[in-house]
């Protein structure tokens, strides 16, 4: 099975997992952060969790507003295509898109509107597949973030890959130069609290299936009851996203609080 998610490029001297509308676009699923020259960091994330698909359709956009630098997104599903997302801080916002040629006459297998980290607009499609376009579009976005590169190099380094390979390419391509890399001090589904990822994986499960009801015009509540805490195990998940990359709580305040959920909801 190929990989789904996401790499976000962008400048910010505050982590990006920290920094507003990076977690609403993409998620809280980061599993490390390459740090390069003039605070520039590159993102990669897995596909988010199932209760955050509710809020994801911001794109790129928010995060180059609250950084006041330009941002690069590229969504990654089952390595078989790239949907290419290049933002500004006035709010300009272009397109690509790029997937696996061996099915060109069938177009993409994915829709890129809905449950997409880089969504296309209701109605808006992109070619696929223009190398040149892309690469002018990439070497555009690159000028405006004060980097040094141009088209055919950018072509050069990417070619026709379309899986997660293109960003290694791609990121020196763009004339940036790795300094160091952060991983998480804790995991989501860490081993300390296994139990309670469990039970908000489920909870989380319920979210999206009651919105997309919602979406269909079914407005009748699922059938059973939810399981015992949901809410809270979810919000056990959003406290342990914020203590991934530093602030938040410790890994022992987060296993007690762990311990505090499962004593006062033993059964789901």
Same mark, same amino acid.
Request: charged residues 20%; contains cysteine; aromatic residues 8%.
């Given at each position: ?12 001297? *505050? ?15 980061? =599993? ?15 596909? %988010?969790?199932?209760?955050?698909? %509710? @809020? ?9 507003? @609250? +950084? ?80 040094? *590169? ?9 070619? *026709? ?7 290694? @390419? ?7 130069? %790795? =300094?160091? +890399?952060?991983?998480?001090?804790? /995991? ?31 407005? /009748? ?22 203590? =991934?990359?530093?602030?938040?709580? *410790? ?18």
């Amino acid at each position: 099975m190929g990989f789904y998610g996401t790499y976000v490029l962008a400048r910010s001297a *505050t982590l990006l997992p920290h920094v507003p509308g990076m977690r609403s676009a993409f998620g809280s699923r980061c =599993m490390l952060i390459d740090r390069y020259q003039d605070g520039w960091q590159l993102a990669g994330l897995m596909t %988010p969790m199932h209760h955050e698909w %509710p @809020a994801i359709h911001g794109g790129p956009v928010p995060l180059a507003v @609250a +950084t006041g630098a330009p941002v690069l997104a590229v969504e990654i599903k089952e390595s078989y295509c790239l949907q290419y997302g290049g933002a500004t801080p006035d709010g300009r916002l272009w397109l690509a898109h790029f997937a696996d040629a061996e099915d060109n006459d069938k177009g993409c297998i994915f829709d890129h509107h809905d449950d997409s980290t880089v969504p296309l607009p209701a109605g808006v499609d992109v070619p696929a597949n223009d190398l040149a376009g892309l690469a002018d579009r990439l070497a555009g976005w690159a000028a405006d973030a004060g980097l040094d *590169t141009s088209a055919p190099r950018i072509a050069e380094a990417i070619g *026709t890959q379309t899986d997660e390979s293109v960003v290694d @390419a791609l990121v020196p391509a763009l004339g940036l130069v %790795p =300094m160091d +890399t952060v991983y998480p001090a804790v /995991e989501l589904n860490d081993l300390d609290w296994s139990e309670c990822w469990r039970r908000a994986d489920n909870a989380s499960v319920r979210v999206i299936q009651e919105w997309n009801l919602r979406r269909s015009g079914d407005l /009748e509540p699922l059938d059973g009851r939810p399981p015992a805490g949901a809410d809270e195990f979810i919000r056990f998940l959003d406290l342990v996203a914020d203590s =991934m990359f530093g602030g938040g709580l *410790t890994r022992a305040e987060l296993r007690a609080e762990a311990a505090r959920l499962l004593k006062t909801y033993p059964q789901p």
